[in-house]
């Protein structure tokens, strides 16, 4: 590393708390990438729990986490709606090399934990288990964070559900309309990624899409 590097890097983490290595500045999002109308894909989507090994490049997963709840226009509006506007799910980023949480306004991944996590999609250590889902090269995982709602109610946890819901859709809708394949689960290790993301209490895994490529 230069001089100029290390100062870069050295100033980086004092601004941010944050070591240079630990972000992945994603390329912007591609709005022009061809894809299928909306109703195309509504007709078409469907669950897929078979994927090829074929890699996610950089600008795909831009593409993917900005439908899932990027930002969409002015003041920080979001790609999927969410109760009082709130944004209050958390998108994190299994890959075979680590677990990233999106971060929308500056379009980056921020390294949660290094290496590959992704057996935590497959289920918990005890009971049922979709082996499929750790095999996918990047699996998405909608956290509410009710902190960022304001309220712990059973009503703020309500709209939780449904604000998961939608960004699951838009992955949905999204993969359908560009070819890749994915199917919305609830099944996972909670507890385990819990303890790996040091989620608190008011944090609560609720849903996962696993992406890739549609085997042949
Ligand atoms: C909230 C929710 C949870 C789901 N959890 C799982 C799951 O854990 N594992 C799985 O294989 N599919 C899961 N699914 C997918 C459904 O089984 C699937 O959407 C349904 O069978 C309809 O099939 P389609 O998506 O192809 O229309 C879930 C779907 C939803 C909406």
Redesign the pocket.
Known sequence: MTIKNLLFASLLTASTGMAAQDVVNLPKPDMKAKSMSVVEALRT???V?EYATTRITNQQLSNLCWAACGVSRDNDHRTAPSALNKKEIRLYVFTEKAVYEYEPVANRLNVKAKGDHRGLMAGGKAGFK?VFAQEAPVSLLMVIDLERFGQQSEQAIRMGCVDA?NVSENINLYCQSVGLAT?????MDTEGIRALLKLSDKQIPI?NNPVGWPKK
């Open positions: 989507r469907h669950s729990r979709q819901g199917v919305p689960r609830a099944t849903m």
